[in-house]
């Protein structure tokens, strides 16, 4: 590879899944970083791709935010909250109420109209709504407002767990990106600890200034992996200074199976090895939903659970379109008139606020339509009379 590539820096290692797979280096090279693939048998380059560019990373990027950063961020954050809150505003409307199951739990096929879209809206949405919150909720997880403040509270280890490694200022999250999950969500707010030898004869700010120059090969890296057992699959992150380590991490399909091992560049000393055990219950069922999220967790199986859920969204959503349509008011498009008569609105107001109040984005959003819908209102009678 380095024929290949005279100038990269190599920032990961990822080695060959099996026999047949080749093994992987993310390098910078020129200001770009590439995927390179090689083969583990002879070290000659089999291909290269751009690690940011490429299809899978375009649509982890534009699935996480939008491809523009934070504001891509919180507008994602925004719609997944609003799912949340239309589907549980949904389900309160679906309460059967002492009403039939048909039309209830199944649509009435016999009916015509605005009623059989209204069934089909109504089960549809009951139907998959166990699914689609729990897709909605792993994915706020990841959010970084939400999903952050969550983190905080859930994603936690005991301190004694770093009591005899020297740590630094920074957290394992910072090893993952838009584009590319190498540590799991567990870890994210963990601190990354430094490599010990040598601190003695330089300052701390120094060694963090200083390139890196490990002692330890990634053969015997990856030896040390293997040796504990770690999951095939994992990649090898290289320090990027003097006091960095190698981070050995799995953010395995079974999350039974995660792993991360933070290793002294010098010595080759695990200073941390954090497995599934480790993690608190929350944080265990946080990310189990997240591989129920991505589809990994049982296959062919969980995949098909997403198409299903895809599906039933796209049918709710065609279908409201079409209650709305028939609906609307006659020779125009605006919202069907406001009945005065509906007995629970009291307790729907009490369940939106407090949708507000958990998704705080979601609540600021509630309080500028309700601002706007108030000025605007306003002025529209006004002009009217």
Known sequence: MKAAYPQAQVSQYLPALNSARSAQFVISDAGRELNVFVDPYT???LGAQDAKQNLQAVAR????ELMIGTVGDRLIELAAGWGIVLVVSGLYLWWPRGRATAGVLWPRFGARGRLLWRDLHAVSGFWGSALLLLMLLSGMTWTGFWGKQYADVWNTFPAAMWNDVPTSDQHAGTLN?????TVPWALENTPMPVSGAHAEHMGHAAMNDAPAAPQVTLQQVEDLANTRGVEPGYSITLPTSASGVFTVAVFADD????ATLHVDQYTGRVLVDVRWADYSPVAQATELGVMLHEGKMFGWVNQLLILLVCLLILLGSVSGLVMWWK?????GLGVPPLRHDLPRWKVATVVMVGLGVAFPLVGVSMLVVWGLDRLLGRRMLAVRA
């Open 43 to 45: 070290g000659s380059v």
């Open 61 to 64: 990027a534009l699935h996480g």
């Open 177 to 181: 990106s838009a584009a590319r999950q």
């Open 255 to 258: 999350p039974r199976n995660d």
């Open 327 to 331: 609906r609307r008011p006659q020779g």
